[in-house]
C-alpha cells in the first residue's frame, strides 16, 4: 500500500461511513427548510386579513398587486413545501420554493438590510443554500422522485435504460 493510500485510508472510512447517512441528511435537510417555509404560510392562512394588510403596507412586492402576491406567496409557502417534504418533483419545487424566498428577501429587502437585521437577512441566504443544495444533488434516495424513478420505465428506472 503506497503512503498517499495508508494516509487517505481513514478518510475513505469516513467517507463511506457518511455515505450511509446521506438518504438521511437529505430527507433531514428537505423536511427542515420546508417547515420554515410551511409554517410561514399557514400562519398567513389562519390570518388572512393581517396577511392582506401586510402585502399591501409592509412587504414590497415587484410586479404584483398586493392581493396577487399574498395569494401566490402563501400558495408557494404551503403547496411546495409539501412537495418537498414527500420528495415528489422535488428539484421544480425547491426552484419554485427558492423563489419564494428570493421574492421575500427582495420585497421585505428594506428590512432586512437595515443594521441589526444581518441574522433575519442570514436565515434566508440559509434557506436559500439548502434548497439549492435540493436542486443541485437531487432529493435524496428517500423521495418520491426515487421511488417513482423505479417504476417509470416498466419497471426499470432511467438510469438502467442509459446503459
Known amino acids: 500500500m503506497s ?7 481513514p478518510n475513505h472510512a469516513v467517507g463511506r461511513a457518511f455515505d450511509l447517512a446521506q438518504p438521511l441528511f437529505a430527507l433531514a435537510l428537505r423536511w427542515y427548510v420546508s417547515w420554515q417555509f410551511l409554517k410561514s404560510g399557514l400562519l398567513k392562512v389562519q390570518s388572512w386579513d393581517q396577511t392582506l394588510w401586510l402585502f ?6 415587484p410586479l404584483l398587486p398586493p392581493t396577487a402576491a ?14 418537498l417534504i414527500v420528495g415528489f418533483a422535488s428539484r421544480l419545487s425547491a426552484a419554485g420554493l427558492f423563489a419564494v424566498n428570493a421574492v421575500a428577501v427582495i420585497s ?56
Open 3 to 9: 503512503l498517499a493510500a495508508r494516509i487517505l485510508a
Open 56 to 61: 399591501e403596507n409592509e412587504y414590497r412586492t
Open 70 to 83: 399574498a395569494v401566490l406567496g402563501v400558495f408557494g409557502e404551503l403547496v411546495f413545501p409539501i412537495l
Open 108 to 163: 421585505y429587502s428594506h428590512v432586512l438590510l437595515e443594521p441589526g437585521m444581518e441574522a433575519a437577512l442570514a436565515q434566508h441566504v440559509l434557506w436559500g443554500f439548502m434548497i439549492l443544495t435540493v436542486m443541485v444533488y437531487g432529493p435524496g434516495k428517500l423521495s418520491l422522485d426515487r421511488k417513482g424513478d423505479i417504476h417509470i420505465f416498466a419497471g426499470k428506472s432511467a438510469a438502467t435504460e442509459a446503459r
